[in-house]
Nanobody, 127 residues
Framework: HVQLVESGGGSVQTGGSLRLSCEVS????????MGWFRQTPGKEREGVAS???????????DSVKGRFTISRHNANRTSVLLSLQMNNLNIEDTAMYYC??????????????????WGQGTQVTVS
């Protein structure tokens, strides 16, 4: 059963940068698509970026294009480290950020419900 653990959240001033990390352990075919989502109280979970590990294709929400970069590298034989580099942060980026994984097929950010595995979240606050 794939496990996801986020880290790297924190507080930053407007215009600053943060790098989020997500260790995806027990990586299998069930986690070929990985992504980052965010949520603020009272709002629905919003897709930020996703990556298909086979081929490396990526998608980004319009609100983060040009500012955020999703990437991954193999931590070891069974773990993958998924990262989200966030630059030029603004107040609207404040949210709880989650990494998620699913199997193959569609790997977009517009359907959080199709992602089967989720991390516990890490808070990002921009002021």
């Amino acid at each position: 059963h794939v496990q996801l653990v986020e880290s790297g959240g924190g507080s930053v001033q407007t215009g600053g940068s943060l790098r989020l990390s997500c260790e995806v352990s027990k990586y299998t075919h069930s986690s070929r698509c990985m992504g980052w989502f965010r949520q603020t109280p009272g709002k629905e979970r919003e897709g930020v970026a996703s990556m298909h590990t086979s081929g490396g294709s990526t998608t980004y929400a319009d609100s983060v294009k040009g500012r955020f970069t999703i990437s991954r590298h193999n931590a070891n034989r069974t773990s993958v480290l998924l990262s989200l580099q966030m630059n030029n942060l603004n107040i609207e980026d404040t949210a709880m950020y989650y990494c998620a994984a699913k199997g193959g097929g569609y790997c977009g950010t517009d359907s959080p419900e199709i992602f089967a595995s989720w991390g516990q979240g890490t808070q990002v606050t921009v002021s």
